[in-house]
Each structure stands twice: as structure tokens, then as C-alpha cells.
């Protein structure tokens, strides 16, 4: 089997200026997505993340490198490309004087394949009950919510998520990262871009770091946090009739001594090991923060 057939994307030496010279908003990009993965694009505002996901689904069209989205390559977009991809963006761009099932009963007709039913897409993101309100009268949130659900209604093998949980309170993110997961387990590939390294964290396989335009890292978090976390164990220790709170590098030989000595000695509180966050991580490597 062509090893090809498993990457649902591959880019390579993508550059893209809006202003058509070299102050590029994308440099020499290159990534590739396998079948299956949840791809993390992580970076601050302005990084090059809408940029370089706009130019996968076709709304920027390619000036310079090669990008493969689920087998079509995006310099001769066919419409059948869209029959396998789905989008939810931040901006929700839905039709504000048709209700919610309105809106996603249009879009099912655009498609060539077996769509999902409406109703059940509904319920899924907990808009049951308001089905029939007009989509302008949503709230920013709830207006979100129905473009989540629009993204699913294709059944897309290739999913583009761009901050899935952005505005949404902590029940109703949840239960989109619980989808999210779901849909991974059914084989569905999913390109993630956010700025929220928690969900980066909790959902993807690698994670790219982008900032200024390039990439800087391509890594798993669990590889990441191993490679640049600082193995930690924070310790609470009686000494002396008071409560002493002391942090041990496990990697440091002379901290590793002070520890068991610390352990044998006195009478311990509370003992826990810590990683660097993911956020934490970013800024290490990049030098900087991601807002």
C-alpha cells in the first residue's frame, strides 16, 4: 500500500503574502497529517494559523508550495474535496434570518453525499428547544454551537476545527471536546488550530508550534512535556515544629540527594510531582506568549 494513502495532508514550502511580495504571512510551512490524528496548530494571534487553514480548504488560493487535503490537490480544487471535509470556524457565518434547523437543512443540499440528520446534530450540541428560533436572535455562543454542528453534517473525513471551544461555558465545551474525541475514534482526521494549550493538551496527538509565520516544533505533548518539562517534586515537610514547602528537580543529582535525605528525616506533609505545561512549553520554545 502507497504510504501516501495514510496522510489525510501534506504540505510542503508553503509561503503566502497577502501583499504579493516577500512580507510573507506563511514561510516554508511543511507538515503532514496521518489518518486518524487530531493535528494541534498552535500559536498567538497573527501567528499564520487562519492563513495556512484557509489556504487547506480552499478559501486563499495557493501562491507558492504543495498542499494535498484528503487526496485532491488544492492548486485544482474539485468540489468533490468539499464532500469529504468539514469547517468550523471562529467567525460563525451562519444565515441569520433562518432558524437553526433551517440553516442546517440548507446546507445538507449542498452536499453529493449521505448527510447526518439535522435533528439529531441538534441535540448533539444542546440546541434542542431552539431549533426554531432564528439564527440572529442566537447568542454569540449558541450561533457557534450551530456552525459545530454544520461541520459534522457531511460526515467529513477530514475535519478543520478552528477554537471549537472558544465562548462556550465549561458544560458545553465539554461536551464538544467529548464529540471531538468520539469522532477521532471513528477514524476521523481533524486539523485543530487554537491559541488554548489546555485543549491542545487534552486532544492532540502532535501539536505544531507557529509563530511569526513558521514553524518552530512538531512534537507530541507527552513528548514535548518529557523533552522541556522541568520534572519537579514539590514536597511539604514538618522541620523543627514548622511547615517547610521545598521544590526537588529529579533530575539534578545534588536534588535528588537533598530529597531521600528530606524523606528519611522528617515527617512528610504532602509530595507531588509537576510537568511544565504545554503553555509553559510554547513560551520556552518560542520566547513567546500566546494571546
Not at 514561510?27 to 490524528?37: P, R
Not at 500559536?43 to 480552499?58: D, E, F, R, W
Not at 453534517?153 to 465562548?167: A, V
Not at 465539554?174 to 475514534?185: F, P
Request: a negative charge; charged letters at 30%.
Amino acid at each position: 500500500m502507497d504510504e501516501g494513502m495514510n496522510k489525510m495532508i501534506k504540505v510542503s514550502n508553503l509561503y503566502h503574502s497577502y501583499s504579493n511580495d516577500d512580507n510573507y504571512a506563511v514561510k516554508d510551512v511543511s507538515f503532514e497529517i496521518e489518518k486518524g490524528e487530531i493535528f494541534g496548530f498552535l500559536g498567538p494571534s497573527g501567528a499564520g494559523k487562519s492563513t495556512t487553514q484557509n489556504i487547506l480548504v480552499g478559501l486563499l488560493q495557493l501562491q507558492q508550495g504543495q498542499v494535498e487535503v484528503a487526496g485532491y490537490d488544492v492548486k485544482h480544487i474539485k468540489n468533490k474535496m468539499f464532500n469529504k471535509i468539514g469547517m468550523s470556524f471562529e467567525q460563525s457565518n451562519v444565515y441569520n434570518k433562518m432558524s437553526g434547523l433551517e440553516n442546517l437543512e440548507f446546507y445538507r443540499k449542498l452536499f453529493d453525499v449521505e448527510t447526518k440528520d439535522p435533528m439529531d446534530l441538534i441535540k448533539l450540541v444542546g440546541l434542542e428547544g431552539k431549533e426554531n428560533i432564528k439564527a440572529g436572535k442566537y447568542s454569540k455562543g449558541m450561533k457557534h454551537r450551530l456552525t459545530f454542528a454544520r461541520s459534522m453534517i457531511n460526515n467529513p473525513e477530514m475535519w478543520f476545527l478552528d477554537e471549537p471551544t472558544t465562548g462556550l461555558d465549561p458544560a458545553i465545551a465539554s461536551e464538544i471536546k467529548d464529540i471531538i474525541k468520539r469522532e477521532k475514534e471513528k477514524g476521523v482526521t481533524i486539523f485543530l488550530t487554537t491559541h488554548n494549550m489546555y485543549i491542545a493538551d487534552e486532544l492532540c496527538d502532535r501539536v505544531a508550534f507557529i509563530v511569526d509565520g513558521t514553524i518552530r516544533l512538531i512534537d507530541s505533548p507527552k513528548a514535548l512535556k518529557l523533552k522541556y518539562g522541568e520534572k519537579l517534586v514539590d514536597v511539604e515537610y514538618f522541620k523543627d515544629g514548622e511547615l517547610i514547602k521545598d521544590s526537588f528537580s529529579t533530575v539534578i543529582k545534588e536534588e535528588k540527594e537533598r530529597l531521600v535525605e528530606v524523606i528519611s528525616k522528617y515527617d512528610i506533609q504532602t509530595m507531588h510531582t509537576k510537568e511544565a505545561t504545554l503553555e509553559e512549553i510554547f513560551i520556552k520554545v518560542t520566547g513567546r506568549g500566546l494571546v
